[in-house]
């Protein structure tokens, strides 16, 4: 693996061991709030993609989530147009989004906008002895200064939500396989 540093619009740099992008926003660099979280699955690895894979059925086990559909008709395939739209915290919100890379049977990572953040969604699945091991790494970059005011509180949210996330579709690939 490799660090890769980047910051927005100045340059890339690769150091050893783990991802990391900075962002250049203001004058300050931001970096983002990340969040990795592992579950293994009773289910076939083919299975636990096909799930995340089936965009309509995100609703099913993202808590925020209302919708997430796919703009335009075919296959998922990277560079795909996405529109997601979400209600939390009694608030509603809509978010475009575009997947930026597609491994059939193995990654699917996405990646959302809206005036507030940048939120990249990588979601992988490998065989594991037991099943299938999913991957959810979520990092949500602030855009502005009133939403990088709010990172303490979006770190404790981003955790529980992905904790949440990933434990809801495991219950649901289990549910089904059974």
Not at 45 to 56: C, G, H, K, Q, S
Not at 72 to 93: I, T
Not at 128 to 157: Q, S
Request: aromatic content about 6%; glycine content about 8%.
């Amino acid at each position: 693996m490799a660090y890769i540093v980047e910051i927005t619009g100045l340059m890339n740099l690769r150091l050893p061991r783990r991802s990391l992008s900075l962002s250049y926003c203001s004058g300050a660099l931001i970096m983002p709030i990340r969040c990795e979280h592992v579950e293994i699955v009773k289910s076939s690895p083919e299975r636990a993609f096909a799930m995340i894979d089936d965009l309509p059925r995100t609703a099913e086990w993202l808590p925020p989530c209302v919708s997430l559909n796919k703009v335009g008709e075919g296959p998922n395939a990277s560079g795909d147009m996405l529109e997601y739209a979400y209600k939390q915290g009694g608030q509603s919100g809509r978010m475009k989004g575009r997947i930026a890379e597609r491994v059939p049977g193995e990654k699917l990572h996405c990646i959302y906008e809206d005036g507030m953040f940048t939120v990249s969604v990588d979601m992988r699945v490998a065989p594991d002895p037991a099943g299938a091991k999913m991957t959810h790494i979520i990092e949500m970059t602030p855009k502005k200064l009133i939403a990088k005011l709010f990172t303490p509180l979006v770190k404790i949210g981003i955790r529980k939500q992905t904790t949440d996330a990933a434990v809801n579709l495991k219950k649901l690939l289990e549910s089904e396989f059974s």
